[in-house]
């Protein structure tokens, strides 16, 4: 098989494009005939060796979460799947989507949304698995002074390009004025270019605040209310380790998000949200598999609209 792997840390020159053996499933694994990958930040992020301990040691390392294609082999325990089975999903810190083969856990695949080609379903798992695990996980369980159908919730606008985020009622963005008509079409209720304005001087307080970039802080948003939560899109081990601790001496919640979890039955209710044509993947540029260099320096500008994917040959 044909995999972009790094055989050490480092900027996009790292990547290089091998041949590997073609691994062969076990268990209750699937062998999947990758289409198409999605680029995330994480991707690149692991590429420059962020969070290395959490990676573990051994060379080569084939990056990429997100993935659509279809399943070529079973293990012999595998009961959900069949050889020609059209699927999706993420995989987690094992990563492997940058490649034309990878084993995954069947428990972690779902079949792929019938109205979606491969390309828009590899756009889906990650941003769409970690959007909702926040709001049902984190968000939906902060909640002290309205119901959860009731609380204002901000959404920070992902700069680097995301696909299919739902900014829900009530929802606020922040994008930059290109991308104003996009996030109001995805149901933001407000939007507030980044541009002309910080969001934490706006005025307004919510019990919620989702910064899908990351770059941000509690201690900087003064927008979080006394008792609301703030939930951060972040790579680092260390804020995620010592969070909880330091929650337990504020009334106010600093959450990191590391990875989303790999979860089939998540990516179930979002194929189900697809096919009621309330959710949609919001595409960006595609890149060869041989150009994975250029699609992770894309990515790096942070002026990415829409999904990243990678097509493989």
């Not at 062998?31 to 060796?49: H, Q, S, T």
């Not at 940058?98 to 390309?119: G, N």
């Not at 929802?171 to 541009?195: C, F």
């Not at 509690?218 to 979080?224: D, F, R, V």
Request: glycine share 10%.
């Amino acid at each position: 098989m044909l995999a972009a792997t790094i055989h050490e840390y480092g900027d996009p020159s790292v990547l290089r494009l091998v041949e590997l053996p073609t691994p062969v499933p076990k268990g209750a694994q699937l062998l999947v005939r990758v289409r198409y990958a999605g680029v995330n930040p994480v991707d690149w992020k692991m590429r420059e060796g962020r969070n290395r301990l959490v990676l573990g040691p051994g060379w080569p390392k084939v990056l990429g979460h997100d993935f659509a294609g279809e399943v070529i082999a079973t293990g012999p325990r595998a009961k959900r799947f069949q050889v020609g089975d059209a699927v999706y999903g993420m995989q987690g810190l094992a990563m492997g989507a940058y490649a034309t083969h990878m084993l995954v856990a069947e428990r972690i695949v779902a079949p792929k949304p019938a109205s979606l080609s491969f390309e828009e379903a590899a756009a889906l798992p990650m941003t769409s698995l970690t959007s909702l695990q926040v709001l049902r996980n984190i968000v939906g369980h902060t909640g002290r002074s309205a119901p959860a159908r009731e609380r204002r919730v901000r959404w920070r606008g992902q700069r680097r390009g995301a696909a299919g985020q739902d900014p829900r009622r009530r929802g606020h963005g922040r994008v930059q004025r290109a991308t104003r008509d996009l996030v109001r079409s995805l149901g933001a209720d407000h939007v507030i270019d980044y541009e002309q304005g910080d969001f934490t001087a706006s005025g307004g307080t919510y019990d919620a605040v989702y910064d899908c970039v990351g770059d941000r802080t509690l201690a900087e948003c003064k927008a979080c209310s006394p008792r609301g939560v703030f939930v951060s899109g972040t790579t680092d081990a260390l804020k995620l380790m010592t969070g909880p601790v330091c929650n337990l001496f504020r009334r106010q919640r600093d959450t990191q998000i590391l990875v989303a979890m790999p979860s089939a039955s998540d990516l179930l209710r979002i194929a189900g949200q697809v096919a009621a044509g309330r959710y949609r993947p919001v595409m960006g540029r595609r890149f060869a598999l041989a150009d994975i260099r250029a699609a992770h320096e894309y990515s790096q500008t942070g002026r990415a609209r829409g999904k990243i994917t990678i097509e493989m040959p």
